[in-house]
């Protein structure tokens, strides 16, 4: 079983930054992507961005220009900047891996952590 364990969420004023963590760990065979959803009260879940193992990236309308998806394949571990907040932007986010295509739904999904932009 492979575990994600997500960081980084909290209380920011619109126009800051946060940084979100995930880290995935456990019985680990292939990693082809891993990336972010969020989930905004009375909303659908969201594809946010996800990053392939190539280095590829997508990113929802949205938040282009404003969010900046990396990952670290060494640690298996996934960062997503976001700049330029939105109150739009408040929502549960949730780390997400894909052991292999994307057109798929991800395979593990992360507990998810509160992210809240004040305005």
């Known amino acids: 079983q492979v575990q994600l364990v997500e960081s980084g969420g909290g209380l920011v004023q619109a126009g800051g930054s946060l940084r979100l963590s995930c880290t995935a760990s456990?019985?680990?065979?292939?990693?082809?992507?891993m990336g972010w959803y969020r989930q905004a009260p009375g909303k659908q879940r969201e594809l946010v961005a996800n990053?392939?193992?190539?280095?590829?990236?997508t990113y929802a309308d949205s938040v282009k220009g404003r969010f900046t998806i990396s990952r670290d394949n060494a640690k298996n571990t996934v960062y997503l900047q976001m700049n330029s907040l939105k109150s739009e932007d408040t929502a549960v986010y949730y780390c997400?891996?894909?052991?292999?295509?994307?057109?798929?739904?991800?395979?593990?999904w992360g507990q998810g952590t509160q992210v809240t932009v004040s305005s």
């Open positions: 456990g019985r680990i065979f292939s990693i082809n992507a």
């Open positions: 990053i392939i193992s190539g280095g590829s990236t």
């Open positions: 997400i891996l894909h052991t292999r295509t994307t057109r798929i739904p991800p395979d593990y």
